[in-house]
C-alpha cells in the first residue's frame, strides 16, 4: 500500500471516530453561522434569546484548549457560539482560530455592547453599522524636527492635538505592496438581508434600532466628550468599541461574511444618563440583552445554507491548531493594576 493510501486511510479513520457522539455528524461540517462576541455576559445574553426561540436545540458544549464553544441548531443551521475577549488582540486571534477550526461557515456574527458617538442614540438601541474603521492607526510626530519623516506621509484627516490620523495599513498584496483602506464593508447582500429583516421586526421592540452608516474600534475605552465629537467629524460614526474593526479584518481575510450588532451601553464621555461613573456599568445587560434580541431576529428569517459543506478530519485540525501545553510558552495572567497619576 502506498503512503497516499495509509495517508487517507488515517485521514478516514481520524474523521469515523469521532468525539461528538450525541452531536448529528454533519455538525462538524455543516454548521453555517458563527456567533462570537467578547465578553461573558454578553454571551449569556445570546444564550437567554436563543433557548426562547421555538425549536432551538442546544446540542454541545466543548472545550478546545482556552475556547470554549457552545453549539445549536435551529431552522436547518447549525451555530457556533464563542467569546473572543476584550480587545482587537484577542479577537483577531481567537477569531482566527475559530476559522480555522470550523471552515465551513458562512456568516459571522459579532453580537455585544459599544458606546454611542451620536447623542439621539439612547442605552439600549441597537446599531447595526455597514463599515468600520479604526482610530488609532495613525502618527505622532516630533514638532521640533525638520519634518523629514512627517512629509513621507500625507495627512488624510483631521488632526487631533499631536496625533495625525491616517487610513490603516491592514497587510500587503501579491506583490508585497501595503494595502491600505480607511473602512471595511459588511458584504452587500448579507447586509441587505440584514435590513431587509430588521425592518418588519423593529417596530415591536422598546428600544430603536440604527441600521447603516459607520463605526469606528480602536485599542483604547473611550470616555472623553471632545474625542467623541473628534471621531464623529473624522469617521462619521455612531457607535465606538475595540474589536469590530478585528472581525471585519479576519473576515474579509478568510471571505466570510459578517455583520456586527451592537446595543449601546453608553454615551462616550458623557455621563447625563446614570449618576455612576459611566453609564456602561448601569446599562450594559440591557444592551447586551438588546443586541441578542436582534440576532435571534435575524435568525428566524436568514436565509437558509444551501451548500453541501465536504467533511473534514475535525481531529486532525483540533490537535494542529490547538497541540499540548508547553510550561516554557504559559503566559501569565496579570491583573489589573492600581490607579495610578499620569507623569508627562
Known amino acids: 500500500m502506498s503512503f ?7 485521514m478516514h479513520l481520524l474523521y469515523v471516530h469521532t468525539e461528538y457522539h450525541s452531536v448529528p455528524r454533519q455538525i462538524e461540517s455543516n454548521y453555517s453561522i458563527l456567533c462570537v462576541c467578547s465578553q461573558k455576559f454578553e454571551r449569556n445574553a445570546i444564550f437567554r434569546q436563543l433557548y426562547r426561540l421555538p425549536d432551538c436545540k442546544a446540542l454541545k458544549k466543548k472545550q478546545y484548549n482556552d475556547i470554549t464553544v457552545h453549539y445549536f441548531f435551529y431552522r436547518g443551521h447549525h451555530i457556533a457560539v464563542a467569546v473572543t475577549g476584550k480587545n482587537i488582540l484577542s479577537t483577531s486571534q481567537r477569531l482566527s482560530k475559530l476559522l480555522l477550526l470550523f471552515p465551513n461557515v ?27 474603521a479604526f482610530h488609532t492607526a495613525g502618527y505622532i510626530y516630533n514638532k521640533k524636527s525638520d519634518g523629514t519623516h512627517a512629509r513621507r506621509y500625507e495627512q488624510e484627516f483631521p488632526n487631533y ?5 491616517s487610513s490603516t495599513e491592514i497587510g500587503v498584496d501579491s506583490n508585497d ?6 473602512f471595511l464593508t459588511c458584504p452587500n447582500s448579507l447586509f441587505t438581508a440584514v435590513q431587509t429583516i430588521l425592518r418588519s421586526t423593529s417596530p415591536g421592540h422598546d ?8 463605526g469606528v474600534s480602536g485599542t483604547v475605552f473611550v470616555d472623553s466628550d471632545t474625542y467623541r465629537q473628534y471621531l464623529v467629524k473624522t469617521y462619521g460614526a455612531s457607535v465606538v468599541d475595540m474589536e469590530s474593526f478585528a472581525v471585519a479584518l479576519i473576515c474579509h481575510d478568510f471571505q466570510k461574511f459578517f455583520c456586527v450588532i ?8 458623557n455621563r447625563e444618563h446614570s449618576n455612576s461613573e459611566n453609564a456602561i456599568d448601569t446599562y450594559r445587560d440591557m444592551a447586551a440583552n438588546n443586541a441578542a434580541i436582534t440576532f435571534t431576529d435575524i435568525l428566524r428569517s436568514i436565509e437558509l445554507s444551501k451548500r453541501n459543506h465536504q467533511k473534514i478530519p475535525l481531529t486532525l485540525i483540533q490537535k494542529l491548531l490547538f497541540p499540548p501545553k508547553n510550561p516554557e510558552c504559559t503566559i501569565q495572567n496579570i491583573p489589573h493594576a492600581p490607579k495610578v497619576n499620569a507623569c508627562f
Open 106 to 132: 458562512e456568516k459571522v456574527f459579532f453580537v455585544g455592547i459599544g458606546g454611542s458617538l451620536n447623542p439621539n442614540l439612547e442605552p439600549g438601541d441597537v446599531c447595526i453599522p455597514e463599515k468600520w
Open 161 to 165: 492635538k499631536d496625533f495625525y490620523p
Open 207 to 214: 428600544f430603536t434600532m440604527w441600521i447603516g452608516g459607520s
Open 177 to 182: 505592496e501595503i494595502i491600505r483602506t480607511q
Open 4 to 10: 497516499k493510501h495509509i495517508f487517507l486511510l488515517n
Open 262 to 269: 451592537r446595543g449601546i451601553s453608553d454615551l462616550a464621555g
